[in-house]
C-alpha cells in the first residue's frame, strides 16, 4: 500500500521551524528535568518492591492507609497489573531495627500457637533472619508446615540426633504481610515476589545504564560514517540525543500532572530507550539511503532538493512503518498494566519524536553543514 504517492514539500526550506519546535521542546524537557528532576525506581534508588496478589479486589487506598505508617518510612503503594494485585515499595531494604523486636515476639506468638509449651531457644538473630533450636524433633516438621502455611519463609538450617534448628527469614514482606493480614481478614492474600536492591548497587545499574545508551550511540556514530559519511553520521547521532532527551525530558513534564503517568525510570525504561534509538537510527538510514541514490542519479541537482525529493520519496514508507507499530505499542499503554506503562509510553513517544527527527532534524543538519563548508556531498 502506498499513500502520499506525489508528494511535493520544502521540508528543507522550513527547517528553521523545526529547529525552534525541536529547541522549545528541549528547553522545557530540560527545566522540568533541572527543577523537578526525575523519579528513578528501585533499580536505581535501591530498596525494596513487593508484589501482592489478592484473591478479590482491593481498594488501594485503604491498603496505602494500612501501611502508611508501620515504620517502613515512605511507602509507594500502587495496583499492579489489575485490580487484585498491590505493588508496595519503599526505600528499606530490610526490617528495621526499631520494629525487628516486634517481629520476632509475632513468630514467637506463632510458634506457641502451633504447638502450645513447645521448648525452644534462640541461638541466632541476623538482620533479616532468626534461628531457633528446639529440642523436641518430632514436631520441628509441624512447626515448619505452619508457619509456611502462616506466610513465613522457614526452612530447617540443621539437624543432628538432639536438636533441629529452624531458620525463619524477616523480610519487608513479611511485616507487610502482618500488618496487611490483620485487617483483610476476608481477602486472602500472597506475595508474588521480593526484590531488593542496595543502593550500591542501584548507582552501579545507573551508571551502566547510561553507558550503555552512550556506547550505543557511538557504534551508531562509526557504524553510519564507514556506510555513508561522518556528517551523515553526526547528523543521525545529534538527531538520536534530540529524541532520547526530549522523551526523558516528557517523565519530569508529566509526572505527577497526568494521572497514570507518574512514571519511573528503572531498567525496563533503559531498554525502551535503547529500542528507541535503534528504532529511530532505522528511519533514518531510510532516508539516508534515498538520499545516496538521488545524489548519484541526479548530481546537477541542489542538495536542498535532492534531501526534499528523498524525504518525499520515503514519506509513504515512513508515515505506514510508524502508524502501525504505534497502534501496537497504544494497545500495550493502555492495556498492559503499570508493568509495562513505562515501557510502552517511552516506545510511543519516542517513535513519534524519532520519526519527526530523521525527517526534520537529521537531514537537515546534512544540509546546513553542507551550507557552511561550502563542500559538495556526494557519492561515487
Do not use: C
Not at 99 to 127: A, C, M, Q, W
Not at 178 to 191: D, G, T
Not at 319 to 331: D, K, P, Q, W
Request: no cysteine.
Amino acid at each position: 500500500m502506498r499513500i502520499l504517492t506525489n508528494l511535493n514539500v520544502d521540508w528543507i526550506g522550513k527547517r528553521k521551524l523545526f529547529y525552534s519546535i525541536s529547541g522549545f521542546l528541549f528547553l522545557i524537557g530540560f527545566i522540568n528535568i533541572i527543577v523537578r528532576g526525575l523519579n528513578f525506581g528501585i533499580d536505581f534508588n535501591g530498596g525494596s518492591e513487593i508484589v501482592l496478589q489478592f484473591e478479590k479486589q482491593v481498594n488501594i487506598s485503604e491498603i496505602r492507609s494500612y501501611v502508611e505508617n508501620i515504620g517502613l518510612g515512605n511507602v509507594e503503594v500502587k495496583t499492579f497489573g489489575g485490580a487484585t494485585g498491590v505493588l508496595v515499595r519503599t526505600e528499606e531494604q530490610q526490617v528495621p531495627s526499631s520494629i525487628f523486636p516486634t517481629v520476632v515476639e509475632n513468630v514467637k506468638k506463632e510458634i506457641d500457637k502451633i504447638v502450645p509449651g513447645l521448648p525452644y531457644s534462640e541461638v541466632e538473630r541476623s538482620s533479616n533472619s532468626i534461628t531457633f533450636s528446639f529440642t523436641n524433633r518430632d514436631t520441628i516438621n509441624t512447626v515448619l508446615n505452619k508457619l509456611n502455611l502462616a506466610g513465613y519463609q522457614a526452612t530447617i538450617a540443621s539437624e543432628d540426633n538432639n536438636t533441629s534448628q529452624l531458620q525463619i527469614n524477616l523480610g519487608i514482606a513479611q511485616w507487610l504481610k502482618e500488618n496487611i493480614r490483620n485487617k483483610v481478614k476476608n481477602n486472602p492474600f500472597k506475595v508474588l515476589k521480593e526484590d531488593r536492591v542496595g543502593p550500591k548497587v542501584g548507582n552501579e545499574l545507573k551508571r551502566d545504564a547510561l553507558l550503555a545508551i552512550l556506547l550505543s550511540l557511538v557504534v551508531i556514530l562509526i557504524y553510519l560514517a564507514f556506510r555513508f559519511k561522518f556528517v551523515f553520521a553526526v547528523g543521525a547521532v545529534v538527531a538520536l540525543f534530540h529524541d532520547v532527551l526530549i522523551t526523558l525530558g516528557l517523565y519530569a513534564i508529566l509526572y505527577d500532572v497526568i494521572p497514570g503517568l507518574n512514571l519511573e525510570i528503572d531498567l525496563t525504561v533503559v531498554a525502551a530507550f535503547l529500542t528507541l534509538t535503534g528504532y529511530s537510527m532505522n528511519d533514518t538510514v531510510v532516508v539516508f539511503d534515498r538520499v545516496r541514490e538521488n545524489l548519484k542519479l541526479h548530481k546537477t541537482l541542489p542538495l536542498g532538493e535532492i534531501i526534499n525529493k528523498s524525504i518525499n520519496q520515503t514519506m509513504s514508507r515512513t508515515i505506514i512503518t510508524g502508524v502501525t507499530t504505534l497502534l501496537t505499542v497504544f494497545v500495550l499503554l493502555i492495556m498492559g498494566g503499570d508493568v509495562l506503562r513505562a515501557f510502552a509510553f517511552t516506545i510511543f513517544f519516542g517513535i513519534i519524536i524519532g520519526t519527526y527527527s530523521s525527517i526534520f532534524v537529521a537531514s537537515a543538519l546534512v544540509y546546513e553543514y553542507a551550507q557552511k563548508s561550502k563542500k559538495k556531498v556526494q557519492f561515487s
